[in-house]
């Protein structure tokens, strides 16, 4: 009964706070300089709510997302609206939401449903030794197929293999570090950081130049998989082992078809808005329908966005339609994975806000001038905002050193060492958090969702800082002193 008088009074008492604080906002100038650090807290209290809550009371977590995401969400947004006014408000919201949400939410739902109507048969053994050539395979496909597209492709195998084991968050830990983060270094289509990259000029094969670093990360670990799965395998009652041996076998390849027009959608897209016919030659500005006017400022959806979108939702239709269900039920497909992200990454889109604002004017005073500050500065951000807009800021800092010879991008001339450490940054450290990277919370939620009990949210940091701290420190010494 207490908690239900002070809950509200709590409540009540943190938009008053923000409320009028806010007021002091209002001025001319830019957003990110406007904004005080401050407003950051509501994205901070959306990854505490995130780390925390299921910790404390899962049962209550699982039944409240939605309004724990739309709590802090208000949080932010109220002030914001109360001392911006409805203009700026609205038009940050519909940015954010139409033009960064949405595409992530398509993209996900399509991999998602596509990859759903996939399933390998046969006796699949879950040992160190398939276990680490399935994490290979999964590597190698994420440059070509995305993290996200490989992950969803990969992760149902992966868990039926070891569907006898007792010991295996492990397994999907290491998955993540590689499939879904690591192995997009090598093209554009890997990681959407790459790709921004290649849609600001950066040749489109000059990213295989990550494939040094990238290999000794993938190499280091590979090799600690091996040796910690075996010695789990170790203490597994082998007797457990699934009887017989059925030959492998693949039902429902129409659907790499769909993946196929997924992939060239996203690729059409980028190729598209280097094109005349799609945006202003000079200004790069893109084409497309006005939704929102605030000042000299015009909210513009994209036709390259439309027209990317409604690929990926058609071929996810086709998918639904021309795939069984029994494939599905067999794959234990279920809408909750793809429901708890959108749930939780609305709220975190809204909240990043003011970080990405504030870190996109006040970047260049970071005072950065070295390879290893810029691996660290972009992979220390990637790891909990979006990877995209913070690798854009970090480049855009590098272009502005006055490098006279390197990568030519519309942004300037980009030392080709910082550039790699920009890079390398944004993909590799996504993979320290469960929000680093958009197929991490996902390939967690479908691991949880067949019955693997997943680190909490502190838990996986934990993994990630005893195994990929060290090795990031050693890329540092190895390739951006």
Same mark, same amino acid.
């Given at each position: 009964?207490?908690?239900?008088? @002070?809950?509200?009074?709590?409540?009540?008492?943190?938009?008053?706070?923000?409320?009028?604080?806010?007021?002091?906002?209002?001025?001319?100038?830019?957003?990110?300089?406007?904004?005080?650090?401050?407003?950051?807290?509501?994205?901070?209290?959306?990854?505490?709510?995130?780390?925390?809550?299921?910790?404390?009371?899962?049962?209550?977590?699982?039944?409240?997302?939605?309004?724990?995401?739309?709590?802090?969400?208000?949080?932010?947004?109220?002030?914001?609206?109360?001392?911006?006014?409805? !203009?700026?408000?609205?038009?940050?919201?519909?940015?954010?939401?139409?033009?960064?949400?949405?595409?992530?939410?398509?993209? @996900?739902?399509?991999?998602?449903?596509?990859?759903?109507?996939?399933?390998?048969?046969?006796?699949?053994?879950?040992?160190?030794?398939? %276990?680490?050539?399935?994490?290979?395979?999964?590597?190698?496909?994420?440059?070509?197929?995305?993290?996200?597209?490989?992950?969803?492709?990969?992760?149902?195998?992966?868990?039926?293999?070891?569907?006898?084991?007792?010991?295996?968050?492990?397994?999907?830990?290491?998955?993540?570090?590689?499939?879904?983060?690591? !192995?997009?270094?090598?093209?554009?289509?890997?990681?959407?950081?790459?790709?921004?990259?290649?849609?600001?000029?950066?040749?489109?094969?000059?990213?295989?130049? @990550?494939?040094?670093?990238?290999?000794?990360?993938?190499?280091?670990?590979?090799?600690?998989?091996?040796?910690?799965?075996?010695?789990?395998?170790?203490?597994?009652?082998?007797?457990?082992?699934? !009887?017989?041996?059925?030959?492998?076998?693949?039902?429902?390849?129409? %659907?790499?078809?769909?993946?196929?027009?997924?992939?060239?959608?996203?690729?059409?897209? !980028?190729?598209?808005?280097?094109?005349?016919?799609?945006?202003?030659?000079?200004?790069?500005?893109?084409?497309?329908?006005?939704?929102?006017?605030?000042?000299?400022?015009?909210?513009?959806?994209?036709?390259?966005?439309?027209?990317?979108?409604?690929?990926?939702?058609?071929?996810?239709?086709?998918?639904?339609?021309?795939?069984?269900?029994?494939?599905?039920?067999?794959?234990?497909?279920?809408?909750?994975?793809?429901?708890?992200?959108?749930?939780?990454?609305?709220?975190?889109?809204?909240?990043?806000?003011?970080?990405?604002?504030?870190?996109?004017?006040?970047?260049?005073?970071?005072?950065?001038?070295?390879?290893?500050?810029?691996?660290?500065?972009?992979?220390?951000?990637?790891?909990?905002?979006?990877?995209?807009?913070?690798? @854009?800021?970090?480049?855009?800092?590098?272009?502005?050193?006055?490098?006279?010879?390197?990568?030519?991008?519309?942004?300037?001339?980009?030392?080709?060492?910082?550039?790699?450490?920009?890079?390398?940054?944004?993909?590799?450290?996504?993979?320290?958090?469960?929000?680093? %990277?958009?197929?991490?919370?996902?390939?967690?939620?479908?691991?949880?969702?067949?019955?693997?009990?997943?680190?909490?949210?502190?838990?996986?940091?934990?993994?990630?800082?005893?195994?990929?701290?060290?090795?990031?420190?050693?890329?540092?010494?190895?390739?951006?002193?």
């Amino acid at each position: 009964m207490l908690r239900r008088k @002070l809950l509200p009074s709590l409540l009540m008492g943190i938009f008053i706070y923000f409320s009028y604080s806010s007021m002091a906002w209002a001025s001319s100038g830019e957003l990110g300089h406007i904004l005080p650090w401050w407003s950051v807290l509501p994205f901070v209290g959306m990854l505490l709510s995130i780390a925390i809550c299921p910790l404390v009371n899962s049962h209550w977590w699982e039944h409240n997302m939605a309004k724990v995401s739309a709590f802090w969400a208000m949080v932010f947004f109220i002030p914001f609206f109360i001392a911006f006014g409805s !203009g700026t408000a609205v038009y940050q919201a519909l940015e954010v939401y139409l033009l960064d949400y949405l595409p992530f939410i398509i993209l @996900l739902f399509g991999l998602f449903v596509v990859s759903g109507g996939i399933i390998l048969r046969g006796t699949l053994r879950g040992n160190p030794a398939v %276990n680490t050539l399935l994490l290979l395979v999964g590597t190698f496909l994420a440059s070509w197929v995305g993290t996200t597209g490989a992950s969803m492709l990969l992760i149902r195998p992966v868990i039926r293999a070891n569907e006898w084991r007792r010991y295996k968050a492990h397994i999907i830990i290491f998955f993540i570090f590689l499939v879904s983060n690591i !192995g997009g270094s090598l093209t554009p289509v890997g990681d959407p950081p790459l790709f921004l990259g290649y849609l600001r000029g950066v040749p489109f094969f000059w990213t295989m130049r @990550l494939i040094v670093p990238m290999g000794f990360n993938v190499l280091v670990l590979l090799t600690l998989y091996y040796l910690l799965d075996s010695y789990f395998y170790r203490k597994e009652n082998t007797q457990e082992l699934p !009887g017989g041996r059925e030959p492998l076998r693949v039902e429902g390849l129409q %659907n790499l078809i769909y993946l196929g027009i997924i992939l060239a959608a996203v690729i059409l897209s !980028g190729v598209l808005a280097k094109n005349p016919a799609f945006a202003d030659p000079e200004t790069g500005e893109l084409y497309g329908f006005t939704l929102f006017r605030h000042g000299e400022e015009k909210l513009v959806l994209p036709f390259t966005n439309i027209i990317r979108d409604v690929a990926i939702l058609l071929a996810a239709l086709l998918s639904w339609r021309t795939t069984s269900m029994q494939i599905r039920q067999d794959n234990r497909f279920t809408w909750g994975p793809i429901k708890e992200v959108a749930v939780l990454f609305a709220g975190i889109f809204m909240t990043m806000i003011p970080a990405l604002a504030i870190l996109h004017a006040r970047g260049a005073e970071l005072g950065l001038t070295r390879p290893a500050q810029f691996f660290w500065a972009a992979g220390a951000l990637s790891s909990f905002l979006d990877n995209a807009p913070t690798y @854009l800021v970090f480049l855009t800092t590098a272009a502005s050193l006055g490098a006279t010879s390197g990568v030519p991008t519309t942004l300037g001339i980009v030392a080709p060492k910082m550039l790699m450490a920009v890079s390398c940054g944004a993909v590799f450290m996504g993979a320290n958090t469960y929000i680093g %990277n958009a197929p991490n919370f996902m390939v967690r939620s479908i691991a949880e969702e067949n019955g693997i009990r997943m680190p909490s949210f502190f838990g996986y940091m934990a993994w990630s800082i005893g195994i990929l701290i060290p090795i990031f420190i050693l890329d540092t010494l190895l390739f951006f002193r």
